[in-house]
């Protein structure tokens, strides 16, 4: 991240909050993916989080900060478009399938990976968020509590709370039961 | 999969693997037509978005609600306190022209939200607003003309965490104003009267209730709807001094048309009537104040630094400017309560963070001209408002 480009972004330079853009679009895209029930609303989250971001700009005091203020952006724009679609069928269409995309386009995923993406399809949108948060972005739990908007605590108990969903939703499927929401 | 480093090693590696980094060049336009059009929205606007997140440890109003008895038998007592204070003092307001108080403003120091500090016209008594804890408050402040102040705060027990304080321009009294938990919002602007605030909510779940709403200073109750700004967001910027309108920044119903998306508006205080005072193209224009007679309307153009008057009968503009720097940055511009000398932030060196600009307070006549500083500190003063002796 380009301290300089934050801060002539923040000052009303367009083309300098184009080369963040740039430079961002790629991971936002994967932790959008990872939320997002599906790649489209992933992507309408980016789009939303990015246009967020350059309208807000000037509400970030710290340029150093820009990353993990973009990723709260993101978080916050995967919960309203899964928001908008959970209404969207409930109005429309019985939930009889899960949204969260499986793996489309990856050659060769691994059983384990398989399962995974079975057993995530099951969590919540908060319970996904955590786990990537932690587990694909590294984040530490006081960077992952600022970006959710929530204390340490409620990070670390959501956290072992996901775990534990993923976990029985593996053993489930070890056992062979039924999904509750077959693919 | 029986053990924790195992899962953890799973999910790790499915991330990885499905994590799809394609750069979308679809997505880059989208955004970038965004941009073009748009603009950003001014600091204060923007940083009351994306307040820190909330205390959920304590709340200002938690030690008061968790005696049930105690709050009905506040409510009451204070009730009787307005309403007598109201009559024993409303009689005289009206005959009595108002005297210039402390200008209540909010302080960056770059350490999260403003505090929020009160100074004499002159620059004397520069005075630190204690919160319930006993340190400095911080939040973003606005001055009735009956002497007291309200401050939007990042700490409330909300999901958003805003909530709105009520308090003496001394910073006691302190008390938080119930609110709709649904909408996003903190406090607003004052009527002259200081018995309602006029306010904007919006919900990002449902833009359809974006707009103006109203409520009691003595609860946040009562909260009642003014207008509707669905696909954008309606911003109050000032009550005339009769109480009968207000001034605001309005979105209007097509986005499609951007030399109207920063538009000011003024409508009746009950709601009615809106019509569209002035318009502009580019910069978001939002705070200011109207003048003592309602003749006029001050408002400051956020990204460029300027500030006008707009006469209210005609929407004819005028570029106000202060006579001793004529082209110096400007934002901010409040009418004293006598409405004799027009308060405003001035852009100034010296500021300790080399890579930013630093705002102080001024104060000048209607004209532009006799400008006094007001604040010489060497961080940012902006958010002021004067209230009333």
Request: proline share 5%.
């Amino acid at each position: 991240m380009d301290r300089d480009l934050v801060i002539r972004a923040r000052d009303g330079d367009r083309d300098a909050f184009s080369q963040l853009a740039l430079t961002s679009i790629g991971r936002l895209n994967a932790v959008a993916r990872l939320i997002a029930p599906d790649h489209g609303r992933a992507e309408d989250a980016v789009q939303e989080a990015l246009v967020d971001a350059w309208l807000d700009l000037r509400a970030l005091r710290d340029p150093e900060r820009f990353d993990a203020w973009l990723h709260r952006l993101l978080v916050r724009a995967c919960h309203n478009v899964t928001r908008g679609e959970w209404r969207r069928r409930k109005q429309e269409l019985p939930l009889i399938q899960s949204d969260i995309a499986v793996t489309p386009d990856v050659e060769g995923p691994s059983a384990m990976s398989d399962a995974v993406a079975r057993g995530l399809r099951r969590l919540t949108i908060d319970q996904r968020t955590v786990l990537v948060l932690t587990y694909y972005l590294d984040l530490p739990l006081a960077e992952t509590a600022a970006i959710l908007g929530v204390p340490v605590g409620t990070v670390k108990s959501r956290l072992n709370r996901s775990l534990a969903a993923l976990r029985a939703a593996l053993e489930a499927d070890e056992r062979g039961w039924p999904a509750e929401h077959p693919a | 999969m029986n053990g924790m480093p195992d899962l953890e090693r799973a999910l790790r590696d499915h991330f990885e693997a499905v994590a799809d980094r394609t750069t979308a060049q679809r997505q880059l336009a989208a955004v970038h037509a965004e941009v073009a059009r748009r603009p950003q929205r001014p600091t204060w606007r923007a940083s009351l978005r994306h307040l820190g997140p909330p205390f959920a440890q304590r709340s200002l109003g938690a030690d008061v609600a968790a005696n049930t008895s105690f709050r009905v038998l506040a409510v009451l007592l204070l009730a009787g306190l307005v309403v007598f204070g109201f009559l024993l003092l409303g009689g005289a307001r009206r005959h009595d022209p108002l005297t210039n108080g402390r200008i209540v403003f909010g302080r960056l120091d770059g350490t999260g939200d403003p505090i929020v500090v009160t100074v004499l016209a002159d620059g004397s008594d520069l005075r630190t607003i204690p919160s319930a804890d006993g340190t400095p408050l911080r939040g973003y402040p606005s001055a009735s003309l009956d002497g007291r102040i309200a401050v939007t705060v990042s700490s409330g027990p909300t999901a958003d965490g805003l909530a709105c304080l009520v308090m003496s321009v001394d910073g006691s009294r302190q008390r938080q104003l119930h609110r709709d938990r649904s909408l996003t919002y903190g406090c607003g602007v004052w009527s002259p009267d200081g018995q309602t605030m006029v306010t904007e909510a919006w919900s990002d779940v449902d833009p359809r209730r974006n707009g103006l709403y109203r409520f009691r200073t003595i609860d946040g109750d009562d909260l009642t709807r003014l207008t509707t700004a669905a696909l954008g967001h309606d911003i109050p910027i000032a009550f005339t001094r009769d109480g009968t309108a207000i001034a605001f920044a309005c979105a209007t119903a097509d986005l499609a048309a951007p030399a109207l998306t920063n538009a000011v508006c003024i409508t009746d205080a009950d709601g009615g009537r809106r019509r569209v005072l002035t318009s502009h193209t580019t910069g978001e224009v939002a705070v200011g104040g109207f003048t003592a007679d309602g003749a006029a309307v001050l408002l400051s153009q956020e990204g460029e630094g300027t500030l006008f008057r707009v006469a209210t009968a005609t929407g004819m503009e005028e570029r106000l400017v202060d006579r001793a720097v004529s082209d110096a940055f400007l934002w901010e511009p409040r009418v004293s309560p006598d409405g004799r000398r027009i308060l405003y932030g001035r852009k100034v060196g010296g500021c300790v963070d080399p890579a930013s600009y630093c705002v102080n307070l001024f104060t000048m006549g209607l004209d532009g001209t006799d400008a006094r500083r007001v604040t010489s500190e060497s961080y940012s003063d902006w958010f002021p408002d004067w209230g009333s002796g």
